[in-house]
């Protein structure tokens, strides 16, 4: 049964700006503190990103354009994460649940493919590195592991020689960006080859999206990442080098 008040209340929900439930949250969370100017901008980014900093006593939030029209309940939780996040708090479940529960709508999935495809930044194929050539260390594995039936993606080597993101598969641009810190005579071919593996079977087994859960790394994908053939000796070396 559902009473006025509480119809009073959900229609408030409504109609409040962003700034005002920014506000309110601050409030939950940090009641005797005064309540900074606040300012909430949506912006064109290229994914479902959310930036939040405290600058000269004021709140600056700035979200993506995609959630410009999500409803009240949703930015509430991402006001809670954000804010939990700027002053290093433990996020409650339900929030974080309700907002990935949104993300992980059907219709919400397509918008942000789409605007990824559009936004992102495109990938070049150059897969000839210095040390190693990309192409040539995919068709190997292609062969070896997957009887030479996977369609090959864009393969290409990083702008920055990151060490924290040494490969990754972007399905929206459908390709493989290794890390040029691998591309080096330092480097042996065996960790190269497992990179480039594990990125492939991200094409052979897609994310999974259940119960507002996205699972990356399924137990398939576990288990298929165990046939590698040099993997102890692969995960030493980055673990030691890095």
């Not at 006025?4 to 409504?14: H, K, P, T």
């Not at 930036?51 to 006593?57: E, L, S, V």
């Not at 495109?122 to 594995?141: A, N, S």
């Not at 071919?189 to 507002?212: C, N, T, W």
Request: glycine content about 4%; some cysteine.
């Amino acid at each position: 049964m559902l009473h006025m008040g509480e119809v009073q209340v959900e229609s408030a929900l409504l109609f409040e700006t962003p700034e005002q439930i920014f506000a309110r949250v601050f409030r939950e969370l940090r009641p005797r503190t005064t309540l900074p100017e606040i300012r909430v901008e949506f912006c064109r980014f290229a994914d479902v990103n959310s930036y939040i900093r405290m600058q000269d006593g004021r709140l600056h939030v700035r979200l993506s354009d995609l959630l410009e029209g999500a409803p009240a309940p949703v930015l509430e939780a991402l006001a809670h994460i954000l804010l939990c996040k700027l002053y290093r708090r433990p996020i409650p479940r339900i929030h974080a649940y309700r907002y990935r529960l949104y993300l992980n709508r059907s219709d919400m999935r397509r918008t942000i493919h789409l605007v990824r495809q559009s936004r992102g930044r495109k990938t070049p194929d150059e897969p000839r590195g210095r040390h190693f050539d990309l192409r040539e260390v995919f068709e190997e594995l292609n062969r070896k592991y997957f009887h030479g039936l996977m369609a090959r993606p864009a393969l290409c080597w990083s702008a920055r020689a990151s060490r924290t993101l040494l490969g990754r598969y972007d399905p929206s641009h459908n390709a493989i960006i290794v890390s040029r810190l691998l591309d080096s005579p330092q480097v042996p071919r065996v960790a190269v080859d497992y990179i480039m593996f594990h990125e492939m079977l991200h094409l052979r087994y897609p994310v999974q999206h259940k119960s507002g859960r996205r699972r990356v790394h399924t137990r398939e994908f576990k288990q298929a990442e165990r046939e590698f053939e040099h993997l102890s000796e692969a995960l030493r070396f980055l673990k030691e080098w890095l």
